[in-house]
């Protein structure tokens, strides 16, 4: 509990020396509970929100993760990156550095990434070419990225993974990340997961994101998968079962 309190101290000086000048984000949204998994109170999900459709940056329950923790801007829920927060600390601890190489991103700018292959690909059948993309990359309004959940650690390639360094890494995160609310969701497709390929660096804050999921499910149809270059693939692809649902089965139990 003093070590809880301790970090918490930390964490809280820490977001108001880099915030204070900023003044968005006041420092009394930070948790006091030593739990970083906490029962989450009813959410007003929408549509627009689980489509990626909405600009994080003003949204006000996302946050700018400090430049300590990534290479670059990223945004994040703040739950999520309070729970990274301690994850992060914790592992420090194992002399276990995580770097957060990708947070958020929203529909325009998964179509950006979406549209680029897809001309890449331009050679292709159109399926073939969907494919292809989505061996690593999301169709926009598809992606668990929008919401804010999920994190991309350390390395985008799963050999380096296999590494000492990078292997010392994943093992600590299969121990432990779970104990944080973080999961793999993109594991071995050897037992029948379908979707993505396996993805050792994509971790997803399951206490808010699997909340996420069953109002995706409950409310979004292949229809609403629309507006960038390629999207009618997306019901041949069966998008909605295969990939947003392409989760491990550990993440598909959760609750
Ligand atoms: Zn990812």
Known sequence: MNLSIAIFSLFTSFLSFNWSTTKIYPVNIVKTEAD???????????????????????????????????????????????????????????DVQL???????????????????????????????????????????SSRHHWGTDLDLNSLSNSYFSSEKGKAIYDWLILNAHKFGFYQVYTTKENGRTGYNLEKWHWSYLPLAHQYLEFYNSNISIDDINDFEGFEIAKELHIIEDYVNGISQQAKNYN
């Open 36 to 94: 970083s998994i906490k029962p989450v109170e009813k959410l007003s999900i929408t549509k627009a929100f689980v489509l990626g459709k909405f600009d994080y940056k003003t949204d006000t329950t996302f946050i700018k993760v400090s430049a300590q923790h990534s290479a670059k801007p990223i945004y994040l829920n703040k739950d999520v990156y309070s729970a990274f927060l301690e994850m992060y600390n914790a592992a420090l601890k194992d």
């Open 99 to 141: 770097v957060i190489l990708s947070g958020t991103r929203n529909f325009e700018e998964q179509k950006a990434i979406w549209e680029r292959k897809w001309h890449r690909y331009s050679i292709l059948k159109p399926i073939e070419r969907a494919q292809k993309i989505l061996e690593y990359s999301s169709m926009p309004s």
